[in-house]
Nanobody
């Protein structure tokens, strides 16, 4: 069992930056692939980015490429999402997720553990 708690959301103007954090507890954090997803009102939850257990491999969805960076610090049991050049369409609840495995997973159904989410609002 892994528990994950997101933080770092808030209100930011378009063009600004935010760094989200996801703190994990429970089983060995470094064994887990971590992912970030987001869900805007009235829309399905969508993949943002994923990172391998070692941090050596990452993959980003189309909405994140070139603007968002996922990273992790296994010594701190924390994964981060650095978001730059934010747009109003990035407004959503951002979720952190975890699962065991050796590849980068991009589907909601592939993750076993989820946080409660953190709200990100980008004003125009």
């Amino acid at each position: 069992q892994v528990q994950v708690v997101e933080s770092g959301g808030g209100l930011v103007q378009a063009g600004g930056s935010l760094r989200l954090s996801c703190a994990a507890s429970g089983r060995t954090f470094s064994n887990y692939v971590m992912g970030w997803f987001r869900q805007a009102p009235g829309k399905e939850r969508e993949f943002v980015a994923a990172i391998s257990w070692s941090g050596a491999n990452t993959y980003s969805g189309d909405s994140a490429k070139g603007r968002f960076t996922i990273s992790r610090d296994n010594a701190k049991n924390t994964v981060y999402l650095q978001m730059n050049s934010l747009k109003p369409e990035d407004t959503a609840v951002y979720y952190c997720a975890a699962r065991g495995g050796s590849r980068l997973y991009t589907s909601v159904s592939e993750y076993d553990y989820w946080g409660q989410g953190t709200q990100v609002t980008v004003s125009s």
